[in-house]
């Protein structure tokens, strides 16, 4: 057992040889005390070794796991999966509404349609004798009648005097002895259902219309001549008239090879575009309109003096009036006429880019309009502006390894959202007064130097992106994201997923048209069932719906 030390409080009782050992013991219990100690730091030093060992373990298997799911999709002809998730910056960010009470539900009500009963039936009753009579109780019901009707047109055939035969014509909309109804409804279930052709076939079938599937692609991607110049006119219209586009593209697969989907939208329309290339020279192609020529005038050559392109080149195509080629043989055939050396690519590639925006700004499109996007290379023209919620995901795509790293991420991260939460209280009420309050802001966070050095590369990276991000100072009624171009690219993704890829040119054209039409149409409010029915030639009066374009243009 241990010998039990004397009490210090009684220290002024004791002996000398007592205190003595007292202060021997007191001096014992002090060094082991302090080995314990010695040696809990040395345990504790070696688990913080072993944690960051385990975090940098961690770090390069959620790197190889993800390499792995790239390789997996690339295998796949599908794009690499993100590795975070999506970002909560902008919900965190949106402010509840003044009137919003927490808990209390959307007061229910009368419906808005009952001033359009089609059929009245009375429904009547044995009622004992005696009875007295009071009156009826009204119940609105809505059904739907969805029956197979073959009708037979017998057209009457007459012979002029001078031998030629004249035949009745049909009834609009018939294509191959299917009838304008029928073929709306398989363009809206297609295009807005997501209903694939086999589905289409089967749901027709047992209805007990007699079809086949290869007769209705026919009616899903022929004779669309009046949407396909419809959906033209819509981007002619979006890019004269919309203040700001966002922009996104996505893959695609068009027989048997990859392809890419481009979307362009603004806040009244949406239009997608299916090419073989997602280059620069690509979307400005689209961004031309539909026109074809190639101009070369003062917004060319201000094109190639922000692109640096080769000074005696350019000197030697400059002309005192614009010129104007029609398509792109002629241009190309001025260009090596100029000594311009063709077979190189990427000086080729830039004049032809600069011919492309010179046509552009002469037909008067995209003239202040901001061009929103994810920092893509190829959206990377014109008046630019980047996306909020791509530069915040940089921030989460940053894998630390350390908690100190963890808790620097954390604090810039939250830095940003509330910055971003200011910005987007500044869109509802802009000041020009402010301004340089929020460029000095800006530059408070995406200057800070926490001595991660990933970190710190990427707040350096941003930093000189700074007039991008903060274009809404200038323009306050551009969006802060991309979110409406994601969305409406999920539309497209998900038919990929349902239908696959396309296989001729028609149901390519067809495809993006539909769904560009469908999605303007819930941007403008307009019914799409309705849009297909007034376009087809059967609409109603009570549903008539005006050219799109022309809206667009109204309500700019």
């Excluded at 241990?2 to 009490?7: E, G, I, T, V």
């Excluded at 030093?45 to 385990?54: M, P, S, T, V």
């Excluded at 959202?417 to 200011?422: E, I, M």
């Excluded at 350096?460 to 409406?484: C, D, F, Q």
């Amino acid at each position: 057992m241990k010998k039990r030390l004397p009490s210090p409080e009684h220290a002024d009782t004791l002996s000398l040889n007592a205190l003595r050992g007292l202060v021997t013991g007191l001096l014992e219990r002090s060094q082991q005390a302090e080995a314990r100690l010695a040696k809990l730091e040395a345990d504790n030093i070696q688990l913080r070794e072993e944690n960051a060992a385990l975090r940098l373990e961690n770090t390069r298997l959620k790197l190889e796991n993800q390499l792995l799911r790239d390789e997996i999709a690339r295998l796949k002809n599908l794009p690499p999966r993100p590795p975070f998730r999506a970002s909560g910056m902008e919900r965190a960010t949106e402010a509840s509404p003044a009137n919003h009470v927490a808990g209390r539900k959307k007061p229910r009500g009368p419906k808005l349609d009952v001033d359009r009963v089609s059929r009245q039936e009375i429904l009547r009753i044995d009622a004992p004798s005696g009875s007295r009579f009071k009156g009826y109780r009204s119940v609105y019901v809505r059904d739907l009648v969805l029956k197979a009707e073959l009708v037979h047109y017998r057209r009457e055939c007459w012979v002029t005097p001078d031998g030629k035969t004249v035949l009745a014509p049909l009834p609009a909309g018939i294509i191959g002895g299917y009838g304008a109804n029928l073929r709306r409804l398989c363009l809206m279930l297609h295009a807005q259902g997501q209903v694939t052709t086999q589905r289409l076939t089967t749901l027709l079938n047992d209805v007990g219309i007699a079809i086949s599937k290869r007769q209705i692609v026919r009616l899903l991607t022929r004779q669309l001549e009046g949407f396909v110049a419809e959906d033209a006119a819509l981007l002619h219209a979006g890019l004269v008239a919309s203040p700001y586009v966002t922009v996104d593209d996505t893959g695609a697969r068009h027989s048997h090879n990859n392809y890419y989907t481009t979307q362009i939208g603004g806040a009244d329309f949406t239009v997608f575009r299916t090419t073989k290339s997602k280059s620069r020279l690509n979307f400005l192609s689209l961004l031309r309109g539909g026109y074809q020529d190639y101009v070369l005038g003062d917004a060319a050559f201000d094109y190639l003096k922000e692109r640096r392109g080769n000074p005696p080149v350019v000197h030697g195509l400059r002309t005192f009036e614009p010129q104007h080629f029609c398509n792109q043989v002629p241009f190309m055939a001025h260009l090596a006429d100029k000594g311009v050396d063709i077979l190189n690519r990427q000086e080729i590639g830039t004049l032809a880019e600069a011919g492309l925006w010179g046509s552009i700004r002469h037909h008067g499109l995209m003239a202040n309009t901001v061009i929103v996007s994810d920092d893509a290379g190829q959206f990377r023209v014109g008046n630019h502006a980047l996306c909020w919620v791509h530069t915040e995901r940089l921030l989460q795509k940053l894998m630390p390894t350390t908690a100190k790293e963890e808790r620097l991420v954390t604090m810039v991260r939250d830095l940003v959202w509330r910055f971003y939460k200011a910005l987007k209280a500044y869109q509802q009420c802009p000041s020009p007064q402010s301004a340089p309050a929020f460029r000095r802001r800006f530059d408070r966070i995406f200057t800070l130097r926490t001595g991660y050095e990933a970190l710190d590369t990427l707040l350096e990276r941003l930093h000189r992106r700074k007039n991008e991000l903060l274009k809404v100072l200038e323009y306050p009624g551009i969006p802060l994201h991309t979110n409406a171009s994601e969305n409406a690219l999920r539309t497209f993704v998900t038919k990929r997923k349902i239908s696959g890829g396309t296989m001729s040119q028609d149901g390519r054209v067809a495809r993006d048209v539909m769904l560009g039409l469908m999605k303007t149409c819930q941007k403008l409010g307009l019914s799409f069932y309705h849009y297909l029915g007034d376009r087809l030639g059967i609409g109603s009066e009570d549903h008539p719906i005006p050219s799109l374009p022309a809206t667009i243009l109204a309500r700019a």
